[in-house]
């Protein structure tokens, strides 16, 4: 599996380059800026790009920038942003165009090396893997999505877990039931959201997004 890292610190972009290269990824660039960025993007198209936020020039939101834009050039691009911060707006366009294959993590709270590494496996996959706190931020607004307001606490708490990027039976065992009944929570949830008329995993990325997003479907 072919990945692009983008990292400003170099102690910490070796160790990426050197973890992901012993689990059989591909490490085709490892750059430290917004602009060295985007060349690797276009100039590789990997299967995934693991992305801090903020880098030189700018040091702000530069790392989510060239994302964004590569991924309009690029439908699809598989991207896990790997940063100390939130970027509220850009995390949100990162979103927004409904194709998935979106991690963002927080240095900070990544605590096991084979849950990272599998992280970065399913977003490349074309999965959505959030973190708690990254949620709670997105969240952290006004929201009018109509549609979430039909769905029942347990129901949420569901989706919740989803955005997450848990399986069926993770989540299962999180809220203590069986899978069948998180299979019919899910069902329920893609009803509600109008979500009824395509493959599963695709449903399963827009439920997220609309969580996430809090906009109607």
Partial sequence: MRVVIAEDSALLRDGLVRLLSA???????AVESGPEL????????PD??????????THTDEGLRAVT???RAIPGLPVMVLSQYVAQ???????????????YLLKDRVGDVVDFVDSVRQVAAGGTV???QVIAKLLARPSHARPLTTLTPREREVLSLMAQGRSNISIAERMVVTERAINKHINSIFAKLGLTH??????????VLTYLGGDDV
Avoid: I, K, N
């Fill in 23 to 29: 689990y059989d990824f591909t490490v085709v660039a």
């Fill in 38 to 45: 985007s060349v690797a993007l276009h100039e590789h198209v």
């Fill in 48 to 57: 995934v790009a693991v992305v801090d936020v903020r880098l030189p020039p």
């Fill in 69 to 71: 834009e590569a991924r």
């Fill in 89 to 103: 707006l850009f995390a949100r366009e990162l979103l927004s165009d409904g194709a998935g294959a979106v991690g």
């Fill in 130 to 132: 959030m973190d708690p």
């Fill in 198 to 207: 395509s493959e599963t995993e695709h449903r399963r990325v827009q439920a």
